[in-house]
């Protein structure tokens, strides 16, 4: 079985100053992707990124940046000169994949508020 | 290119009264899943499609739960007899093959 602990359930940070936001997964299988996604108050789920299981190359997207570990079975976000924008909750998921299609297990989500 | 729609995005109900969410997926995309998301969780599977046979229900689907994708577009979850417990954001995705899944807005319930 699959599992994504997101261990963080509440953040808060002045604005500007950097965020980084956790993620543990568990998994047996050796090909899987690693996902974030944002979700503010409306609801929505924003994509912003997937990583599969064979790069380990760390990413940068503008004041994005993305950690991820096989070692330590790890998926971590980094905000840098975070923003009120950046207020929402933000959710890690593994995708496996399983009877034919990608089965996605989501954490419980890390709150992020920003504060001005 | 439109992304996934979702209709109603609020829903507010009576106990024991049946509702039904609509699902529009991307118009290309073969697979349709649903999701459902309880205050302070992530979402959390509950069946998924491919065209128009369903091809997986997670345990959390019960009895009262049924979903349908006729002719292998649209797609729609009808709750039964609600309870309390039915209160949650219904969350619906589509993909095309095994490509990454694209979510609509939700549809957010609440069972009086």
């Known amino acids: 079985a699959q599992k994504v602990t997101q261990a963080q359930t509440e953040i808060s940070v002045v604005e500007k100053e950097d965020v980084t936001l956790d993620c543990v997964y568990e998994?047996?299988?050796?090909?899987?992707?690693l996902f974030w996604y944002k979700q503010p108050p409306s609801g929505e789920l924003v994509f912003l990124i997937r990583?599969?299981?064979?790069?380990?190359q760390n990413e940068i997207s503008g004041r994005y940046s993305w950690n991820f570990q096989k070692s330590t079975s790890s998926f971590n976000f980094t905000i840098t000169a975070s923003q009120v924008v950046d207020s929402a909750v933000y959710f890690c998921?593994?995708?496996?994949?399983?009877?034919?299609?990608?089965?996605?297990?989501f954490g419980t989500g890390t709150k992020l508020q920003v504060i001005p | 290119d439109t992304g996934v729609s979702q209709d109603p995005r609020h829903k507010i109900t009576k106990r024991g009264q049946n509702v039904t969410f609509r699902c529009d997926p991307i118009s290309e995309h073969n697979r349709l899943y649903w999701y459902r998301q309880t205050l302070g969780q992530g979402p959390e599977f509950l069946t998924y499609f491919q065209n128009e046979a369903q091809l997986e229900k997670s345990r959390l689907l019960s009895d009262r739960f049924s979903a349908e994708r006729p002719k292998g577009s649209f797609s729609t979850l009808e709750i039964q007899r609600t309870e309390q417990g039915d209160s949650a954001m219904y969350l619906c995705?589509?993909?095309?093959?095994?490509?990454?899944?694209?979510f609509g807005p939700g549809t957010r319930l609440l069972v009086l």
């Open positions: 998921a593994l995708s496996l994949y399983s009877g034919g299609y990608q089965k996605v297990t």
């Open positions: 995705a589509s993909s095309f093959g095994g490509d990454r899944q694209y």
């Open positions: 990583r599969n299981s064979f790069d380990e």
């Open positions: 998994t047996r299988d050796t090909t899987y992707y």
